[in-house]
DNA sequence: ACCTGAACACCGTTCAAGT
DNA sequence: ACCTGAACACCGTTCAAGT
């Protein structure tokens, strides 16, 4: 312990170095946890010594979203723009499953990133090269929005309330307390009344991974269909 | 003004008192500009005097969602579900666009404030009494996920970027800056290409009530099909 | 010229002293 | 018993002093 700080103090300092230490940070403590302070301890330096390779706390913040990001895999090849769009965005989501302060980070930083734009620029190509308009591309990426980047937009991300506590397992049972199914009980009905007639998932609340494919195939479904139309936004369908 | 600050010293202090000064200061200074100390200065009253109404930050967070959540139109009557969820998320939006903190606040708060709740268990309903499934309906509030609650999920907020400085117009142009289009040149053919047979909205970037509603709709649409399919998890089309 | 300790202006919250 | 000033343990960042 006290010998690896020392390796790593021996270490000359890098941009890099600095980014890959904050990203472990975020992911092991929380992104509540990461401050310049903080992180200067983790790395054996004084608070001071970061500001030489990054200007703030925001570029730190921008340059974190830059590592993560370009963790999502490249397109898969030779497949039809659903094919690719659907791999990318599944991958996406793999890496928010590494990085779960990833979202709110993003979502507060009011600029787009390099590596975010050349994410963006990559998809909208996909989509330009299956057929779409310009015009309807233009839409459908307003529409994908955060989604695109595997954002589950959940109201209450359990996940993430599992990654702050660090190794607190799932939460087992979705259902609502008592006193809370008295007050709101629709709620209470559809929380335990899902999946039930699917054996393999019953009785452990809900499957993120399947909730997150529902919602992206509804969305890449209705895309299809409004290609297939011919939509354009000076004639709408309906 | 100072006559006004010394009325409103002279009434006393309430939790709804609080919570109120708190929605309104952030609404005008930004929610990063609201702190305990902040909030008491514009309340005329010792920092510590508020802690009597609210046992901490997160607690007042936690009240300033719930005010603003109650500010969303109750549902349309003699509506079918799909007119009720539509005007409902409208209004919704309608209420963030007067508070634009509103979604980073709810997000980062991890526990479903009373309000919300009752929100999300009369959506539910409208749902259950249009026909729904308890099944389908876990499924499709899941996927509607905080678009619910009117959040637009782009992942680069124009309406937010301008809220924060006060009353700077909005962005005339949506065009890349030169040195970005060459690097991104997909994006840069779609950010102007959109709406351009459109008189009413050319040249004046993105109309975000559009792009709102085309997504609302790309999702409603689907959820109606699912529904009219007689969906169930275990028996999936396709 | 480079590095860095101290300092500044904040923050949420605790606590004890004053009424 | 209630209220509140001072204090504590932080924070991001500036700046000047030391090398």
């Known amino acids: 312990m006290a010998e690896q700080a020392e390796v790593l103090r021996r270490t000359p300092l890098s941009r890099g170095r600095i980014l890959h230490a904050a990203v472990a940070l975020a992911d092991e403590a929380g992104i509540e946890s990461l401050s310049m ?8 330096v004084v608070p001071m010594a970061l ?23 490249p397109p898969v090849r030779h497949a039809d723009w659903k094919h690719v769009l659907r791999e990318r965005i599944l991958s996406a989501r793999q ?15 009011n600029m787009a990133t390099p590596a975010v734009l050349a994410y963006l620029d990559s998809m909208v190509g996909t989509l330009r090269a299956g057929g779409f308009s310009a015009d309807l591309t233009h839409h459908v990426m307003h529409a994908m929005g955060s989604r695109i980047l595997g954002f589950s937009q959940e109201l209450f991300d359990v996940s993430r309330r599992a990654g702050r506590s660090g190794t607190t397992q799932p939460e087992p049972s ?7 199914a008295a007050r709101f009980p629709h709620l209470a009905e559809i929380a335990t009344a899902a999946l039930h007639d699917d054996a393999s998932v019953v009785g452990q609340g809900c499957d ?7 919602a992206l195939d509804l969305l890449l ?12 936004s000076s004639r709408r369908p309906r």
Do not use: C
Not at 37 to 44: I, V, Y
Not at 67 to 72: F, H, L, R
Not at 225 to 231: A, D, E, P, S
């Open 37 to 44: 302070r903080n992180l200067a301890q983790e790395l054996g």
């Open 51 to 73: 500001y030489k390779h990054v200007a703030n706390k925001d570029e730190l913040l921008d340059g974190m979203i830059d590592v993560v990001v370009d963790e999502i895999d």
């Open 95 to 109: 890496m928010l499953r590494r990085h779960p302060w990833a979202p709110l980070a993003i979502e507060s930083r």
């Open 174 to 180: 979705e259902g609502l307390p008592p006193e809370a």
């Open 208 to 214: 993120d991974q399947f909730e997150f494919e529902f």
């Open 221 to 232: 479904d209705g895309i299809e269909r409004l290609q297939q139309q011919g939509w354009t």
